[in-house]
């Protein structure tokens, strides 16, 4: 069962004064407890060992956590350490392996991914594929433009050979004027009789 932060660090509080306070209750001479200095002395440059972990102080009384290297497993839906450094002193010759690392591929993690940083590692040979890409690419999308032209071309062959064709209908004669050309002849301006 896993605690709540606020919870696990008041239980290692407790018991890291816990055991300071067995330890002093059990020195020969006794411990003077009203020596608050000497008391806080007691506590600096420790590391104490707790259920939830190991609390370690430095000489100042600043608290050092520890270092977790892990991964989020999302099958279990938890954090899983698998590297621990329980208190850094600058180096980190005291890594230690907490259990096996799943991991899908080699490990340790090799520093230059397998087609390099700029993926020319994966080449064939060192050819650049980019030209013949782009040229394939391109004749490919002429073809299809010239077969959607050449359906559409056989599809509609009576507009594209008669589009030149006037429409009869519209056609009407015209009457002569007095220079000799014609005018469309309508028939709101003949009147019956006149010609």
Not at 31 to 45: I, K, T, V, Y
Not at 106 to 127: N, T
Not at 149 to 158: F, G, Q, V
């Amino acid at each position: 069962m896993q605690f709540p932060l606020f919870v696990a660090s008041s239980y290692a509080a407790v018991v890291v004064v816990s055991q300071v306070a067995d330890q002093l209750r059990r020195q020969e001479p006794p411990f003077d407890f009203s020596n608050g200095a000497a008391l806080a002395r007691q506590f600096l440059s420790r590391t104490f060992e707790t259920r939830i972990g190991n609390v370690t102080f430095d000489e100042l009384g600043q608290r050092i956590p520890q270092v977790l290297v892990g991964y989020y497993d999302s099958t279990t839906d938890n954090f899983k350490p698998f590297l621990t450094y329980p208190s850094p002193s600058g180096d980190f010759e005291g890594l230690q392996n907490q259990q096996p690392i799943p991991w899908p591929g080699p490990w340790p993690v090799p520093s230059v991914p397998f087609c390099g940083f700029q993926g020319l590692g994966c080449m064939l040979s060192g050819y650049d594929y980019t030209i013949p890409t782009v040229a394939g690419s391109v004749a490919v999308v002429a073809m299809i433009i010239i077969l959607t032209t050449s359906i559409a071309w056989r599809l509609r062959p009576s507009f594209w050979e008669t589009w030149w064709f006037l429409n009869s209908a519209l056609l009407s004669r015209g009457k002569p004027l007095p220079d000799g050309s014609t005018v469309r002849h309508h028939q709101s301006e003949a009147a019956p009789g006149r010609a």
